[in-house]
């Protein structure tokens, strides 16, 4: 139980930072949580980040699969930019 809570904060966590950064605001929370704090360079700037949703069929998993749906189209619904080209290049010893 005490995993299934962890897990379910960071997620949350990472909700809060999505939304932080669709909506531009000047602080994005990324030490909520140490996914979040980890997952830092890869939400924003040059990077482009993909989200997989994992839903289970059987009945006994419906209110998990409802709340992880819910996330997913929370998350669908902000833009959170579009990754840049790295345009720097690397030294040369020539």
């Given at each position: 139980?005490?995993?299934?809570?962890?897990?379910?904060?960071?997620?949350?966590?990472?909700g809060?930072?999505?939304?932080?950064?669709?909506?531009?605001?000047?602080?994005?929370?990324?030490?909520?949580?140490?996914?979040?704090?980890?997952?830092?360079?890869?939400?924003?700037?040059?990077?482009?980040?993909?989200?997989?949703?994992?839903?289970?069929?059987?009945?006994?998993?419906?209110?998990?699969?409802?709340?992880?749906?819910?996330?997913?189209?929370?998350?669908?619904?902000?833009?959170?930019?579009?990754?840049k080209?790295?345009?720097?290049?690397?030294?040369?010893?020539?």
């Open positions: 139980m005490k995993e299934t809570q962890a897990i379910n904060k960071s997620l949350a966590a990472l809060r930072v999505i939304l932080a950064l669709a909506n531009n605001e000047s602080h994005v929370p990324y030490r909520e949580s140490k996914l979040t704090h980890l997952l830092q360079n890869s939400l924003g700037g040059t990077s482009k980040c993909l989200m997989l949703v994992n839903l289970s069929p059987a009945p006994q998993h419906q209110g998990e699969t409802l709340c992880s749906l819910r996330f997913a189209q929370t998350v669908n619904h902000c833009d959170i930019g579009t990754a080209a790295n345009s720097r290049r690397e030294n040369t010893i020539g």
